[in-house]
């Protein structure tokens, strides 16, 4: 005799729900999952103060205390620059550092990073542990596509900002013979640094002297010298100590017999190349 079963309707619910289990072994909620790089990412930025200088559309001021000249207007710097207040300026050792900013405290904040580098001092700006003096241009780029003449109007601003590498795409370190520069007395501009940036040294090979490195010194801002008292023979050999990081770098008889005050020579090296 066949015994029909009249299966409970609960019991039913039950048996629906395993073979639902069955077919989708994962039911969990859709969580959402922390974002370690960007909370690491977060955490080292750092505040500082924010002011403006010069047009409002500018590179602040014509190359200012670290001796760049109009080459803060032009590529790679493309008037992305910042004086430093005596922090971040580091009496001239600091010439080259980069540094993302940003801003959320104004209605005009993008909240996104400008990438900019320390090209001049803003001795007064010790109001703050750091201070950057930016230029028109870097400081209206952290604004709303738009509201860059807004952002400005705001005149100081707390922001956020970090150290970061610099890197300046198919450009290689540059010298500019300092204009005072004679047979016995050598300086120059050094520029476009990938990496740190920042130097911590610079030493001077002369030619004949392969295994003799004489130290330079700095000078002010960017620029190092060496006074020897004595004819120095070209073709010279440049080799750079990064601030930070130690890194090395010699431009190999970069600066050529025949060389002249005020012109500007560039090597085939950089420190990310």
Not at 116 to 124: A, N, Q, Y
Not at 171 to 190: C, E, K, M, W
Request: charged share 15%.
């Amino acid at each position: 005799m066949a015994i029909l079963l009249h299966p409970h309707p609960f019991s039913l619910i039950i048996l629906l729900s395993l073979f639902s289990l069955l077919l989708n072994p994962c039911s969990c909620s859709h969580r959402k999952h922390l974002n370690v790089s960007k909370l690491q990412s977060d955490t080292d930025w750092s505040l500082a103060g924010a002011t403006w200088y010069g047009p409002a559309a500018g590179a602040g001021s014509d190359g200012g205390a670290c001796g760049y000249g109009d080459a803060v207007e032009k590529a790679p710097f493309s008037a992305k620059v910042s004086a430093g207040g005596p922090s971040l300026f580091k009496s001239g050792k600091g010439c080259g550092a980069c540094y993302q900013v940003k801003c959320t405290g104004n209605e005009a904040c993008s909240g996104s990073p400008v990438t900019v580098t320390i090209t001049d001092e803003c001795p007064g700006c010790v109001s703050e542990s750091a201070h950057f003096d930016l230029s028109g241009t870097a400081f209206g780029a952290m604004a709303t596509p738009g509201q860059a003449d807004q952002l400005r109007n705001a005149g100081i601003l707390q922001i956020q900002y970090r150290r970061v590498e610099c890197e300046y795409p198919g450009a290689s370190v540059a010298f500019h013979v300092d204009s005072g520069s004679n047979p016995n007395y050598f300086a120059s501009l050094i520029e476009y640094e990938d990496g740190d940036g920042e130097l911590a040294g610079v030493d001077l090979q002369q030619a004949l002297h392969s295994n003799s490195w004489v130290p330079m010194q700095q000078s002010w801002g960017a620029v190092w010298k060496l006074d020897s008292g004595s004819g120095l023979r070209a073709p010279f050999s440049i080799r750079l100590t990064a601030l930070e990081s130690g890194n090395t770098l010699v431009a190999k008889n970069v600066i050529p017999a025949g060389w002249q005050p005020g012109k500007t020579y560039r090597s085939l090296v950089n420190f990310n190349a």
